[in-house]
């Protein structure tokens, strides 16, 4: 096999490429974790709802670090969540980025992630898939797909459908089937590995996945008609029941969070962690990190190099 040459393995490395992981200042995340955790006790909302929206963010960020602060962090304000269930809620709410951020982020976020935790969490973790497709699944995955996106655009449904296959015929069909059917979804064995039932706490269920899409395309920037979607999907998932179906788990304070005030205090705290998580440590050389952005896609400045 040929091999890559010096020069072109530092041309892909160089700084101005931002080639690795975003460093994290554990002096300001810290405490703004904590601030985040505090603020969601006054208004009576879930652990795992800010621990999805702000995981997601971390995903976006590119900065597993960031996660593994969440995971620490959540444990002490949350008697619920072991840090077993904390570790598990944090892997699907990545597998979930996968629709919003691309596969190669959480490829790489989730394997630094699980190298970071303890050698005893890791081997506690689930290891068996649930979302495979089979000949007596797959009709019903189908189904369930075609019936989260209905929830979440309810009343534009099929014209945002017909919309989307006037730009490319297969887009509206890789976007049902790859993303709401197969990831976005959860499939009915989902809470059962091994035989097992697993813990309803690692659930991400219809409110928490569109915590998840709102602080995905927010941290991403430029996609702000999606943004608009997706909290018009949060509050959608109370005003058509869609959260008290069988099978969700409920989040305490989701219905506040569909609010105005709620997707306000949302979107802000997503702000909060980008410009905590985007924050250079002390002596870090301004190209090799934007202080207080995001790392998706901010341009490469070969000017600093």
């Not at 709401?180 to 097992?196: C, F, I, M, Q, W």
Request: a neutral charge; aromatic letters at 6%.
């Amino acid at each position: 096999m040929s091999k890559l040459s010096s020069a072109l393995k530092q041309l892909i490395n160089a700084p101005f490429a931002k080639p690795s992981y975003t460093v994290v200042n554990s002096n300001t995340l810290t405490p703004t974790i904590t601030r985040l955790a505090s603020e969601a006790k006054d208004h009576d909302v879930s652990p795992s709802a800010w621990l999805a929206f702000s995981t997601a963010t971390a995903m976006t960020m590119n900065a597993p670090s960031a996660m593994l602060h969440l995971w620490h962090l959540a444990q002490k304000q949350s008697p619920t969540l072991s840090p077993v269930l904390t570790a598990e809620l944090q892997r699907e709410v990545g597998l979930k980025c996968i629709s919003f951020n691309g596969i190669p982020r959480t490829i790489n976020c989730l394997g630094a992630f699980y190298n970071s935790l303890p050698a005893d969490i890791r081997n506690k973790l689930s290891s068996k898939p649930t979302r495979q497709f089979a000949p007596d699944n797959i009709e019903q995955r189908k189904t369930d797909g075609l019936g989260l996106w209905d929830s979440v655009y309810a009343g534009f449904e099929r014209k945002l459908l017909d919309k989307l296959g006037q730009s490319h015929p297969d887009l509206p069909v890789h976007i049902i089937h790859a993303h709401y059917a197969s990831l976005l979804s959860n499939p009915s064995r989902h809470t059962y590995v091994d035989g097992e039932e697993k813990p309803r706490e690692t659930h991400v269920g219809r409110v928490l996945t569109s915590l998840v899409a709102i602080a995905c395309l927010r941290a991403q920037t430029g996609v702000g008609p999606q943004v608009v979607s997706h909290v018009f999907g949060l509050r959608k998932a109370y005003e058509n029941g869609d959260a008290e179906k069988e099978g969700e788990v409920e989040v305490s304070g989701g219905k506040w969070l569909s609010s105005e005030e709620g997707n306000k205090w949302v979107l802000e705290w997503i702000d909060e962690l980008v410009g905590a998580i985007g924050t250079m440590q002390e002596g870090e050389a301004q190209q090799e990190q934007t202080s207080g952005g995001t790392t998706f896609a901010p341009g490469l400045n070969k000017a600093k190099l």
